[in-house]
């Protein structure tokens, strides 16, 4: 499989370490490190084609000698390192929270499996985080009550899939940057990401789906690149004075603003965008919401507009409420009726607590609980107006 042309600062692709990362080295520097271990050129083929053509773990690639193999654990490190995992009791959702060997900060990944009757069948896909914590401060949501700690290297974006996709029969096809953190926040790797699953690990540039709060620059941005990734705004309600009070971003870039980078995408890509929404009782889930988001999203008619409806997962410290299923389903309606397509999630991995930055909130209490210590990335929740 061909590769993607090194990007600048290659050479330093990875955890921050200033070594190479197993999955943010390119192949001419694997091919580099091969013939500096003088080892023969064939080698870093065998070792290429097994990370990314066949997806293996170093550990099992046997065509590789088992000495060599020892050499590169230590020379191509992974850049995080598994400290939780939590499995649903169907075992087709599956979380972990990682620590990144590059300063510790701790972030999340979720795969999520569809298989068919042969288990080896079937596909999966696989949400991956873009930062450690977030600085969008949206009220209903465990990562951004958190804060912000660092954007995440290419490479340790990079890992989260090939990791998942070691612990599947099925074969990853879909990749979501819907984890913690605002992908176009951190656009440089995020899209450097994109190339590489793109470009090495062969997934459809359809298959990738960036979402965002709503970062305008960001998607004008995305909107120039040269691969038609998926587009997803989280919109989560028709009225600024409503969306400002659960989304701060939106007092800087308001939703008028905002559906018009939107639609500039879907111009220029030719591609249905979808636009999600948590349901909030009684904060976005009136009648009067549903019949304004429907007149919003109709404007988009030439390439059509999706509503991914979210049930909220509700989040311990977090005074944000679930709207019921009744409300869902009447709202639902409603978008139907007004012209809009419109869907709503059945959520996975309730049971584990597989919404973003819910482990790493999990895990902290129960750190807290055994010291006595309360970490200092906790912050307390912010009250939504009604």
Known sequence: MSSTPEPPGAARLG?????????????????????????????????????????????????????????????????????????????????????????????????MRYPERDA????????????????????????????????LSTSEIVE??????????????????MGMGEPLANYDAVWASVERLHGDLGLSARHLTISTVGVVPGIRRLAAERLPVTLAVSIHAPFDEIRSTIVPLNRRYPIAELLDAAREFAAAKGRRITFEYTMLEGVNDTDECARALAALLRRFSSTGA????????????????????????RFASQLIAGGVNATIRRNRGVSIDAACGQLRWRERDGAEAETGVASPSRRPSVRMAP
């Open 15 to 111: 955890s921050g370490t200033g070594s190479l990362d197993r999955y943010g080295a390119t192949r001419g520097q694997i091919d580099a490190l091969i013939a500096a271990m003088g080892e023969p050129p064939y080698r870093a083929h065998q070792l290429w084609d097994g990370l990314w053509s066949r997806r293996a773990r170093l550990a099992d690639l046997t065509d590789v000698p088992a000495a060599l193999r020892d050499q590169l654990e230590t020379a191509l490190p992974e850049a995080l390192v598994e400290r939780a995992r939590s499995i649903a009791d169907d075992e087709l959702t599956v979380k972990w929270l990682w620590e990144c060997v590059s300063g510790g900060a701790q972030v999340e990944t979720v795969l």
């Open 120 to 151: 080896s069948r079937g596909r999966a896909t696989v949400c991956v985080s873009s930062q450690a914590g977030c600085a969008m401060a949206c009220t209903f949501c465990a990562t951004g009550q958190a804060g912000f700690e660092r954007h």
């Open 160 to 177: 989260q899939v090939l990791r998942a996709s070691h612990e599947t029969p099925q074969r990853v096809s879909n990749v979501v940057f």
């Open 306 to 329: 999706h509503v991914n409806l979210i049930p909220y997962n509700q989040t311990a410290g977090l005074v944000a409420r679930a709207s019921s299923g009744d409300t869902i389903e």
